[in-house]
């Protein structure tokens, strides 16, 4: 007789596409849990979804909003209502109402994943009623769910502060060790000179990430190339804008590319940048899984002065922190390329880091926490 335990984790994004969904459902399948995934995908061309126990259902975001989360809502109801596990996760505040009320009502145990500070994301400071309708429903529901896990420790406390709750655990987006399987050549297919210094951006091309930053210092930057892998709603603005500065032979954006992947891809960067802008309260609390991905790859750091990407860069010695609000951007990175130490001199301290600000090492910190 089979008594494994299960877990429904509900998010709204692309599972296979998500580091935090694929590394806490190995995890958790390593543990002896059944998992079920129920995710969306509205931005990969020519998807036609998947199913199984990870399963994700394409919607449609080109023409309606309403049409879109209308689609999104009953998808999800759908799948919950066939469900039947012993723990349910809403991975992120657009899943948490429906999660919460079928958690409830099966009488199962139900966990929020509060990977964001959701109601002062960036892309929402100028959006007052979704922020206070954001706000609303997150008060309500976060009440109602049995734990609250945050990625970040300033994100719990803030969390724990502002909603009244107790407890949150903190379990970091940390990406779990992986080694380059495949020499891609950047350089080659990019036709980068030897010479030239290797700047990588990964993640969702938004607003307030510093890559307009980056591409506005491109032309005093003579001997730096700028990669940006991941796609969003402002590359064709960032296009234009290195096509004005006269450097889109030295900006290349290659797209998104999947997590088994994107290693091999990234130890190929000199120099990995993290320029959050501090343009709302969740991108000043930022820790992005990107930061630790580059160390992961062997690859130095270069983050903004915001307190926990600062923390990690001073505590561990991984990189180089910059003012990008006050200071000039591209003198401050001429001077890393021309005076720090490089990539493979910084090895060994890239490397006793990644053994440490991994995965695997953050779970088993929290494991006892989960799902008792």
Not at 114 to 140: M, S
Not at 142 to 156: C, E, F, L
Not at 196 to 224: M, N
Not at 240 to 261: C, M, N, P, W, Y
């Given at each position: 007789?089979?008594f494994?335990?299960?877990v429904?984790i509900?998010?709204?994004?692309?599972?296979?596409?998500?580091?935090?969904?694929?590394?806490?459902?190995?995890?958790?399948?390593k543990?002896?849990f059944?998992?079920?995934v129920i995710?969306?995908?509205?931005?990969?061309?020519?998807?036609?979804g998947?199913?199984?126990?990870?399963?994700v259902?394409?919607?449609d975001k080109?023409?309606?909003?309403?049409?879109?989360?209308?689609?999104?809502?009953?998808?999800?109801f759908?799948?919950l209502?066939?469900?039947?596990?012993?723990?349910?996760?809403?991975?992120?505040v657009?899943?948490?109402?429906?999660?919460?009320f079928?958690?409830?009502f099966?009488?199962k145990?139900?966990?929020?994943?509060c990977?964001e500070?959701y109601?002062?994301?960036?892309?929402?400071?100028?959006?007052?009623y979704l922020?206070?309708?954001?706000?609303f429903?997150?008060?309500?529901?976060?009440s109602?769910?049995?734990?609250?896990?945050a990625?970040?420790?300033m994100d719990a406390?803030f969390?724990?502060?502002?909603y009244?709750?107790?407890?949150?655990?903190v379990?970091?987006n940390l990406?779990?060790?992986?080694?380059?399987?495949?020499?891609?050549?950047?350089?080659?297919?990019?036709?980068?000179?030897?010479n030239s210094?290797?700047?990588?951006?990964?993640?969702v091309?938004f607003?307030?990430?510093?890559i307009?930053?980056?591409?506005s210092?491109?032309?005093?930057?003579?001997?730096?190339?700028?990669?940006?892998?991941?796609?969003?709603n402002?590359?064709?603005?960032y296009e234009?804008?290195?096509?004005d500065?006269?450097v889109?032979?030295?900006?290349?954006?290659?797209?998104?590319?999947?997590?088994?992947?994107?290693i091999?891809?990234?130890?190929?960067?000199?120099?990995?940048?993290?320029?959050?802008?501090?343009?709302?309260l969740?991108?000043?609390?930022?820790l992005?899984?990107?930061?630790?991905?580059?160390?992961?790859?062997?690859?130095?750091?270069?983050?903004s002065?915001?307190p926990?990407?600062k923390?990690i860069?001073?505590?561990?010695?991984?990189?180089?922190?910059?003012?990008?609000?006050?200071?000039?951007?591209?003198?401050?990175?001429?001077?890393?390329?021309?005076?720090?130490?490089?990539?493979?001199?910084?090895?060994?301290?890239?490397?006793?880091?990644?053994?440490e600000?991994?995965?695997d090492?953050?779970?088993?910190?929290?494991k006892?926490?989960?799902?008792?």
């Amino acid at each position: 007789m089979n008594f494994k335990k299960s877990v429904c984790i509900a998010f709204l994004g692309n599972a296979f596409n998500d580091t935090r969904v694929t590394n806490l459902v190995d995890s958790l399948t390593k543990e002896g849990f059944e998992v079920r995934v129920i995710s969306f995908d509205w931005t990969s061309e020519n998807f036609t979804g998947k199913d199984g126990n990870i399963a994700v259902f394409k919607l449609d975001k080109t023409n309606s909003h309403i049409k879109y989360y209308l689609n999104f809502i009953k998808i999800l109801f759908t799948q919950l209502r066939k469900t039947n596990c012993d723990y349910y996760v809403a991975s992120d505040v657009y899943t948490l109402p429906l999660v919460t009320f079928f958690a409830k009502f099966k009488k199962k145990k139900i966990y929020y994943d509060c990977r964001e500070l959701y109601p002062f994301l960036a892309g929402l400071r100028n959006r007052k009623y979704l922020q206070i309708a954001i706000r609303f429903i997150e008060r309500v529901f976060i009440s109602k769910v049995d734990k609250v896990i945050a990625t970040a420790p300033m994100d719990a406390q803030f969390i724990q502060h502002y909603y009244k709750i107790t407890d949150p655990i903190v379990l970091r987006n940390l990406p779990k060790i992986k080694k380059c399987t495949e020499s891609i050549n950047l350089r080659g297919k990019l036709n980068i000179p030897e010479n030239s210094k290797i700047l990588l951006y990964q993640g969702v091309i938004f607003e307030g990430r510093g890559i307009g930053k980056t591409i506005s210092a491109l032309p005093k930057l003579e001997d730096a190339h700028f990669i940006v892998i991941g796609s969003g709603n402002k590359r064709k603005e960032y296009e234009k804008l290195a096509i004005d500065l006269g450097v889109e032979d030295r900006v290349h954006f290659i797209g998104t590319k999947s997590q088994e992947e994107l290693i091999n891809y990234t130890t190929e960067a000199d120099y990995g940048l993290s320029l959050i802008e501090n343009i709302s309260l969740s991108y000043y609390y930022a820790l992005p899984n990107k930061m630790f991905e580059y160390i992961a790859a062997g690859v130095p750091v270069i983050c903004s002065a915001l307190p926990q990407m600062k923390d990690i860069v001073d505590d561990y010695k991984v990189g180089w922190v910059l003012d990008i609000e006050n200071g000039n951007v591209a003198s401050a990175i001429e001077k890393i390329m021309k005076e720090a130490p490089d990539k493979n001199t910084m090895k060994n301290v890239l490397e006793k880091a990644s053994a440490e600000l991994n995965w695997d090492v953050e779970f088993e910190k929290i494991k006892g926490k989960l799902f008792t």
